[in-house]
């Protein structure tokens, strides 16, 4: 009888200490907030209504980006009464790249929504994107319609997106929106630093990734001006950057090397000339601004042709650490 009671006690223990079945998470959404205040609220409002249609077992990762308002408090109050939520609060502002890889690091769910309260979209038709990603796709970028925006911004973004259309051959019209979905697996092949996260479905596109858009809405309010000059450069730089990654990453003399061909060609065509005027006593050449052109072009021709070459060395030496290819499917 004793036997049988400390039996259906151990049983009883058993059950008790039996770790409970931990639900996979399928979808992980980042928010990068900064200086927001007010707005937490409606943002996470929107989010959990259109989520709440998916049936989806998800979680959401806000990531404060270094806001000195009272977006942290409100975050706080939001997490408290959501046990979905997880926040994330950089020392300070250190961009949207840093915000999403930090919330990526922290993500659980095998597809990516990213977006940033930049942009002020409707955060309700975040799954829209989701669905996409349903439908076979690994990267949804959000293009937003109708733009509420200033007529600057638009058009600094329209011209910024028709030049990388016509560098990168994509169809995409708005790769700098901040609003994205991904597969986990894409996110995890494709390294993010600095502000190559505008250049995302760039470079899944040339990884052989299925890459579409979908419409989200853009919301009234306050948006920052690109009228600084800064901005300009730092957006011609980033197309310099993603010319240059997309077609010369694992062949940089390719790229190097041909300019500079081209200047140490020229340069040394104006010296030879000059060289042969003086020799055979046309006249001085001593002062002559194309004597300074021709040495400066040669120099500089000659530079760029052994950072091409070291640049090749580099990607020699760790050539067996780069995959410019993916595999979809192994059938044995």
Do not use: C
């Amino acid at each position: 009888m004793q036997v049988e009671t400390e039996k259906k006690a151990a049983q009883k223990d058993g059950v008790a200490k039996r770790p409970r079945t931990k639900v996979k998470l399928q979808a992980s959404i980042i928010v990068a907030v900064h200086n927001i205040g007010d707005e937490v609220g409606s943002v996470y409002g929107a989010l959990i209504s259109g989520l709440g249609k998916t049936k989806k077992n998800y979680e959401i990762i806000f990531v404060d980006d270094g806001s000195t308002d009272s977006s942290w408090g409100e975050l706080k109050e939001v997490a408290e009464k959501d046990k979905r939520v997880k926040l994330i609060r950089m020392r300070a502002s250190f961009g949207e790249a840093a915000a999403f890889d930090a919330g990526f690091k922290q993500a659980g769910g095998d597809k990516i929504v990213f977006f940033t309260t930049r942009v002020r979209i409707n955060a309700s038709q975040v799954p829209a994107l989701m669905a996409k990603l349903d439908d076979g796709y690994d990267l949804v970028m959000g293009l937003r319609h109708p733009r509420r925006d200033s007529e600057l911004n638009q058009f600094v973004s329209r011209a910024f997106n028709t030049i990388i259309r016509w560098i990168s051959k994509s169809a995409l019209q708005d790769t700098n929106s901040g609003v994205f979905a991904a597969s986990k697996q894409l996110l995890q092949e494709i390294p993010l630093y600095g502000n190559l996260n505008i250049f995302l479905p760039i470079l899944a596109e040339r990884k052989g990734y299925k890459v579409t858009d979908e419409k989200i809405e853009q919301l009234t309010g306050e948006f920052r001006q690109s009228r600084y000059f800064t901005e300009y450069i730092q957006r011609t730089l980033d197309i310099v950057s993603v010319f240059f990654l997309t077609n010369y990453s694992k062949k940089p003399l390719h790229f190097l090397g041909f300019l500079g061909l081209v200047f140490a060609l020229v340069g040394a065509g104006m010296s030879a000339y000059l060289f042969f005027y003086r020799l055979f006593e046309f006249g001085p050449i001593a002062g002559r601004p194309l004597l300074l052109l021709g040495a400066l072009l040669l120099v500089i021709g000659i530079q760029m042709i052994s950072i091409g070459l070291i640049g090749e060395m580099i990607i020699f030496t760790h050539a067996k650490d780069i995959n410019e290819y993916t595999i979809e499917e192994v059938l044995e």
